[in-house]
Each structure stands twice: as C-alpha cells, then as structure tokens.
C-alpha cells in the first residue's frame, strides 16, 4: 500500500508520497519493499503521484508522457490525454478479466492551467478513470486514515509552499508510525505558476522530516516537562 498527497497553498501546490510496496493480503502485512517510485513529473506545470499496484501506475504513466504532444504542458490538456490514455490501456490489458479481480490502480494528478489556476484531480480504475475533482484543499490517497485527522487539524488554504512541504513530510511520516503498510523515502516536489515542476533533494526532504521531529519533541515537552 502507500500513502500519497497533494496539499494546495496560497502559492503553489506539493506532492508526496511514501516508496513502500507491500505483498501479499492487504489485511495483513506479510511482506514489504521500500523501492517503489510513485511521483512523478508529468510537465513542466503538471505532476502525479500514484497509488495502488505501483508498476502498473508506472506503465500507465510512461504510455500517458508518450502520448503528450510538446504543446500540451498545462493541466486540462495533460489532464484530458492522461485521463483517456489510463482507461483505454487499461481496458485494453484487462477486458477479458472480471472488474473484481483486476489490478486497482489510481492517480493524484495537480498543477496549473495557462492562467494560472490551480487543479487537483483523482483518477481511479475502480470508478472507471471517471475525473474527480478534489474540493477540499488536499488530496490524499492509498491509507488516508491518520493523515486525514491530521490535515483537518493542521492544514490551511493560505500555507505557503514550504509550508505544505513540512505538512507532507509529517503527515507521510506520522501514518509510517502507525501503519506498517507505509514507510521507507519520502520524495516531494513542489509546483510553481513560475518555475513550475521542481522535486526536493532527498537531503532537503530529510531536513523537513527531523524539523517536525523536533517540534513533536517541543511538543511533547510541553505536555510532559523534563525535570531539571
């Protein structure tokens, strides 16, 4: 399983998401890898995450850039051909198997449109890559329990773009303590209306993740003060 996100703010978006792959019966963890790569650079003003059986999001992803004409690098038209191209293959590969048994496999797809709008969408195969348009600020996907919580707590439209960087990385680091089928790397990259599409070295990732883990301690401190 996983977890992936896209949190928008007053100044761009950001997108993140765990590398865990589990197999086995997802109702209990019988083995794991921390390999996967599940986020994505689509365009230069559009970016993806995925969720669900990661190699066939993969394939999904490297059919749906092959696609792209050079023309096409804001959100509606990337949106519509990434749309049309994960139904169609998908289809294709399984038509001739029962839609309970085949491979679920879904997108988080953001970025900007030409004048500067913002767009957040998922795509899912159970409901047939129908376009969902997320509402609420974040989308979250694959275990979405705890980070839900932690976004209604947390989460604010006018965060800047650092900001939601430090709110992905805990909220992506918060379920790993609690959930099993989450963990390993956390990548995220950040989406500008100017410089567009930019994903965060690992080094400045691991920075964000040991700031929250500071601020979890302060908290803590609070709560509980360390006798002198």
């Excluded at 999904?60 to 169609?88: C, Q, T, Y």
């Excluded at 795509?123 to 694959?142: W, Y």
């Excluded at 909220?171 to 099993?180: F, G, K, L, R, S």
């Excluded at 950040?190 to 301690?217: F, K």
């Amino acid at each position: 399983m996983t977890l992936v996100a896209c949190p928008q703010g007053k100044d761009g978006l950001v997108l993140a998401a765990d590398s865990r792959g589990t197999i086995g019966d997802p109702r209990g963890l019988t083995a794991i890898r921390d390999s996967e790569t599940k986020l994505f650079e689509l365009t230069k003003y559009v970016g993806i995450v995925s969720y669900g059986q990661a190699e066939l999001a993969a394939q999904l992803i490297v059919e749906i850039r092959g696609a792209l004409e050079p023309n096409e690098k804001h959100f509606s038209a990337v949106f519509e051909k990434a749309r049309r191209v994960s139904k169609d293959k998908y289809e294709g590969w399984f038509g001739g198997i029962p839609r309970e048994h085949r491979q679920v496999v879904g997108f988080i797809v953001a970025g900007f449109e030409e004048n500067g709008d913002k767009k957040i969408y998922y795509l899912s195969s159970p409901l047939d890559f129908a376009p969902q348009l997320c509402t609420a600020g974040t989308a979250l996907a694959g275990i979405p329990q705890y980070a839900t919580y932690l976004v209604h707590r947390l989460y604010d439209p006018q965060m800047s773009r650092k900001n939601l960087i430090f709110l992905a990385a805990y909220i992506i680091a918060e379920t790993a303590t609690q959930d099993p089928k989450v963990g390993g790397r956390i990548r995220i990259a950040e989406i500008a209306p100017d410089t567009g599409y930019t994903e965060l070295p690992h080094a400045e990732v691991s920075e964000a993740i040991e700031h929250n883990s500071e601020l979890n301690e302060r908290l803590r401190d609070f709560f509980f003060p360390k006798e002198g």
